[in-house]
């Protein structure tokens, strides 16, 4: 019997995350999702789909807690595989207001899930897995945001960035490697998601770009969750997978 391929994917439970556990849940893998909540149907469909799932109800805001559960699991002795992903994909906007009216505790919280996070988790995939003679990537869903400013958006914009940077280091690094991982920060395009009505309906006074998601909405532009996860992981499965540290599915 072959051994399956392994994908861990943050941030599960809703939009496009959902959409690609879905999509993952087929014979021939084996899933771990990490969201602060399981979702109830991905536990039906792994048994259908005859596809191995484990679902860790956690807060990616500890983020120093997930990252040693994950280190710790990946080191099993009986574990097998025949390669490994991490999709870095949780992510969360703050109170959409300019930095200087933020709540500390809101920033704090949105750098640790949307940086911190998938820092850690990316080091720990990275170290347990770093002896495994199998192909191994990392995945960390970015945005357009992380490569233009935005006013209100300091905290996820900083966040995006600094996913990005630390993607271009993570590529040098593996690079060296004899058995280097292939790593990528990706831009999925514009989404129909919760974010997205998070945006649409900010205050237009302390969000000037407002109307711009609002046209997007309005003029049938956003993609929904289950066409972007399809965009996504299409782009992971491409051979060329890497060759690029910072990349847009779009081009």
Not at 131 to 144: C, D, T, Y
Not at 147 to 163: F, H, V
Request: aromatic share 4%; net charge neutral; with cysteine.
């Amino acid at each position: 019997m072959s051994h399956p391929h392994l994908y861990i994917l943050t941030g599960a439970s809703r939009g496009m995350g959902l959409a690609m556990a879905r999509q993952l849940l087929q014979p021939g893998h084996a899933l771990l999702c990490i969201a602060r909540q399981p979702h109830d149907t991905l536990a039906e469909q792994a048994r259908q789909a005859d596809c191995p799932l484990e679902q860790w109800p956690l807060d990616l805001a500890h983020s120093r807690e997930a990252a040693a559960m994950l280190r710790q699991w990946l080191g099993r002795p009986a574990a097998r595989y025949a390669s490994a992903t991490l999709i870095n994909n949780a992510g969360m906007i703050p109170g959409i207001t300019p930095l200087s009216a933020a709540d500390p505790d809101e920033l704090a919280q949105a750098l640790r899930v949307d940086l911190e996070a998938p820092l850690l988790l990316s080091a720990a995939f990275l170290g347990a897995t770093e002896g495994w003679n199998v192909p191994r990537r990392v995945l960390n869903i970015s945005s357009g945001l992380g490569r233009r400013p935005m006013a209100s958006q300091a905290p996820y914009c900083a966040a995006k960035a600094g996913m990005d940077h630390f993607t271009r280091c993570l590529a040098l690094e593996e690079a060296s490697k004899p058995n280097g991982a292939k790593v990528c920060a990706l831009a999925p395009g514009v989404i129909d998601t919760d974010m997205q009505v998070q945006l649409r309906h900010a205050d237009a006074v302390a969000f000037p770009d407002r109307g711009r998601f609002e046209q997007l909405k309005s003029g049938g532009q956003l993609d929904s969750p289950q066409t972007a996860a399809r965009k996504v992981l299409a782009y992971l499965a491409r051979s060329d997978f890497g060759a690029e540290p910072v990349a847009d599915v779009r081009s």
